[in-house]
């Protein structure tokens, strides 16, 4: 166990956590594009793009303007997708894609949270056809991702309603804790991206996991925390407690989650020139 949570359970209080590498080992959506691939929804070359795309996500995450040019692309991309084909696709390969990358020091967070009767809640800028069964899996109480506008025939129109990015995860947390009554200064909140520094401002407890050259300046400035997450385990080999039904998941915001993850093909062009000094400079 980490240890980092005190148990103070009154009043309410909540512990948000971002998705992609801080409770997970990579892009939550880009680890489905081989699974869209087979059911049809994309084809080979943005599987190698979306692979290029999940390679430099890990060197060195995705800046402001990077996942601006992501929204703009999925809108695009994934008009036309029939929403039950890509929730039957995530639901097919969710174990076998995703509870391999699951970080032990996150798991065990979510468990500490849990026992001191704090909520748990997943706060990503994917959608929620990938992260809802995340959160399910992960036990979370809720969700709060992109949400997509879909027509009368059950497929995206191509137009987003919501997206869960930089302010606006800080406005769903605030939203959140009006509504349930969470005390803000007594909740935990964690990211590996500079793009949340306004979510984990919010909180009384921020903590930068894993986090960008950004957010680790950021983060040393404002002496929060931080922490290195690097053992991926599947949660049955670790914890009984996630063996046991999860909570009710209560989607606060719903998208496709896989639109955003093959929208890395836009990084391909912008980033590859830059690919081998990110890597460089994650690794020093």
């Keep these: 166990m980490l240890r980092l949570v005190e148990n103070h359970s009154l009043p309410r209080t909540a512990a948000f956590f971002d998705l992609d590498k801080t409770v997970i080992a990579k ?7 081989k699974s869209f691939y087979q059911g049809g929804l994309i084809n080979r070359r943005a599987v190698l793009r979306t692979a290029y795309a999940q390679f430099v996500f890990l060197a060195g995450g995705a800046d402001h303007d990077q996942m601006e040019r992501m929204r703009a692309y999925l809108s695009a991309l994934c008009k036309g997708w029939n929403v039950q ?14 509870d391999p990358i699951i970080y032990d020091e996150a798991a065990s967070l979510i468990e500490e949270h849990h026992t001191a009767g704090r909520d748990v809640v997943i706060v990503s800028t994917s959608g ?26 059950g497929c995206f129109t191509g137009e987003v309603e919501y997206y869960a ?14 509504s349930e009554g969470y005390d803000l200064a007594r909740c935990y909140a964690y990211s ?8 984990l401002a ?12 950004a957010l680790r300046r950021e983060a ?23 063996s046991m039904p999860p909570r009710p998941a209560l989607v606060a ?32």
């Design 128 to 153: 929620a056809e990938v992260v809802e069964p995340i959160g399910e899996l992960l036990g979370a109480d809720r969700v709060v991702a992109t949400r997509m506008v879909v027509g009368d025939d």
């Design 202 to 213: 919010s909180v009384g407890h921020p903590y930068a996991v894993n986090p960008d050259r």
């Design 220 to 242: 040393t400035a404002r002496d929060w925390p931080i922490l290195v997450f690097d053992r991926p385990v599947r949660l049955k080999q670790r914890l009984p407690a996630f």
């Design 165 to 178: 990015y930089g302010p606006t995860k800080a406005e769903a947390v605030k939203e959140l804790a009006a």
């Design 85 to 98: 084909q890509v929730k039957e696709i995530v639901a097919e390969t969710l174990h076998d894609l995703i």
């Design 253 to 284: 915001a719903a998208a496709v989650g896989a639109a955003v993850a093959t929208a890395g093909l836009v990084w391909y062009t912008s980033r590859r020139r830059n690919a081998a000094a990110q890597i460089a400079a994650a690794t020093v």
């Design 27 to 33: 892009s939550s959506t880009l680890t489905f594009s």
């Design 192 to 199: 590996d991206s500079a793009t949340d520094v306004p979510m």
